[in-house]
Nanobody, 115 residues
Framework: QVQLVESGGGLVQAGGSLRLSCAASGSIFSIKAMAWHRQVPGKQREWVATISSGGSTNYADSVKGRFTLSRDNAKNTAYLQMNSLKPEDTADYYC?????????WGQGTQVTVSS
């Protein structure tokens, strides 16, 4: 099993930037991929981006070109750099780690983008 702790959320004006962090602990050697999802209260959780163990990334069309997902294996941490933020990016952001056990989720971090 893997435990995840997100940080870095907050309030930012439209056009601004934030960097979210997701620190992993536990059976980190077994992580195959990490991802970020986001959820607006009352709506379904939405996939944002994924990074594989080899560093390959994929992004939702809504964030492509604005968000960058990276991982520092030495620190067991994944980072989501979010630039050119829009009010519609406002959501609770959740980190996920995928492995043989299934999936682990963090507790979430709130991002609010004001217009």
């Amino acid at each position: 099993q893997v435990q995840l702790v997100e940080s870095g959320g907050g309030l930012v004006q439209a056009g601004g930037s934030l960097r979210l962090s997701c620190a992993a602990s536990g059976s980190i050697f077994s992580i195959k991929a990490m991802a970020w999802h986001r959820q607006v209260p009352g709506k379904q959780r939405e996939w944002v981006a994924t990074i594989s163990s080899g560093g390959s990334t994929n992004y939702a069309d809504s964030v492509k070109g604005r968000f960058t997902l990276s991982r520092d294996n030495a620190k067991n941490t994944a980072y989501l750099q979010m630039n050119s933020l829009k009010p519609e990016d406002t959501a609770d952001y959740y980190c996920a780690a995928f492995g043989q056990w299934g999936v682990s989720w963090g507790q979430g971090t709130q991002v609010t983008v004001s217009s």
